[in-house]
């Protein structure tokens, strides 16, 4: 019989765990940070689960370094959620350099730069992918973020701008002599945004062409997608973004393909019920209920792909409002009949969050 994950155990470790910097990554999967998606009660499940490395929604260092109240706080950071890393987009060498410090009070282990964000909102100002077009102006600018760190900083690249201009091994070449501690590649291009197939063939190159770890990022959905990205570029760990998306078992899945084991099989509709009502009680307590319900209507969404009757829950998540209408809803799809669980988190200390920055990887 299929093994359920209503009650995950600690996965075996597909290999030894690795260093980033000073910091002990005990594992290879990482949950990727989504803007609108990866908050702490979302972080908190995909640990449970087996990520060993958990990333924040990216947040401005300009922002950060200036002190902007609303900026720190977005640093949301559970106190048993290490090794974590905080993300930062800027192209300002004193504020990312300042970011780091504050990064670091905060209790984060790393500091991760988005040099993959491809919004104009993020690019127009020659933050994100933008960074990318000079692979020297960017590399003085890490190179002076790092000299400024008291932890190790790490860089999140695309695999480059468009078709026409891939050119991610040179980027990372540049950020490993600036000190870099890691690097995570989305095998698409900011032209592409999130349409087709990742290149791994171009991941593969950049793993090939630097000495620290490198993480793959794209289309991982599966283990034996999982398993694919780590034979055809030879990545130190995986970073899972939209695969992860209403799915936190699939790191327990891909660690016991990685081992040798049969992957245990989806939880049943009521266990992924019980799943999504667990993230509603976390989201609304961080957000309050009026901003967190309006995050849960795409947040428990994403719990429905591959369950009977998917497509009329998330016609009803378009309408849920309340917490009261979403474990209706719930308990008449998924067959949820048990208590709804208690948060994953504790409210934060100074009240309701805001809300993230938009943008992407």
């Given amino acids: 019989m299929s093994q359920h994950l209503a009650n995950p155990v600690p996965p075996a470790k597909s290999a030894p765990s690795f260093s980033i910097g000073n910091v002990i990554i005990p594992g290879r999967l990482a949950l990727a940070p989504m803007a609108g998606f990866s908050n702490t009660a979302y972080r908190v499940l995909a640990r449970r689960y087996g990520a060993s490395l958990t990333t924040t929604e990216m947040v401005s260092a300009r922002a950060l370094a200036v002190g902007n109240e609303k900026t720190r706080r977005l640093l949301d950071r559970a106190d048993d959620e290490t090794p974590a890393a905080a993300q930062v987009f800027g192209n300002d060498p004193e504020s990312l350099s300042e970011s780091t410090r504050i990064v670091a009070d905060l209790g984060f282990q790393i500091v991760d730069v988005n040099m993959g964000c491809p919004v104009p909102k993020i690019t127009s100002g020659g933050a994100g992918c933008a960074l990318m077009n000079q692979p020297a102006d960017a590399a003085r600018v890490m190179e002076r973020m790092v000299r400024s760190s008291p932890i190790p900083v790490t860089v999140k690249i695309r695999a480059g701008w468009s078709d026409a201009h891939k050119n991610a091994p040179e980027v990372a070449r540049a950020l490993e002599s600036a000190g870099v501690a890691a690097l995570t590649v989305h095998g698409r291009t ?48 995986i970073a899972i973004a939209r695969g992860a998306l209403g799915r936190p078992w699939i790191f327990q899945q891909i660690e016991a393909m990685l081992a040798g084991a049969q992957p245990p099989a989806q939880p049943s509709p009521a266990e992924i019920g019980g799943l999504l009502l667990e993230l509603m009680e976390g989201v609304v307590t961080l957000y309050g209920e009026t901003t967190g319900m309006r995050m849960m209507r795409r947040l428990a969404a994403d719990f429905s792909r591959g369950v009977p009757g998917g497509a009329r829950f998330r016609e009803g998540c378009v309408r849920v409002c309340t917490r009261e209408g979403l474990i209706s809803l719930t308990r008449a799809h998924f067959h949820f009949e048990g208590d709804v669980p208690p948060s994953p988190v504790p409210p934060p200390k100074d009240g309701p969050l805001p809300l993230p920055e938009p943008g992407g990887g």
């Fill in 190 to 237: 900011r032209e592409q945004l999130y349409t087709g197939r990742a290149d791994r063939r171009l991941i593969a190159e950049v793993k090939s062409n630097v000495h620290i770890p490198v993480f793959g990022n794209g289309d991982v959905d599966s283990p034996a997608e999982a398993l694919d990205m780590f034979q055809s570029t030879g990545v130190d760990g």
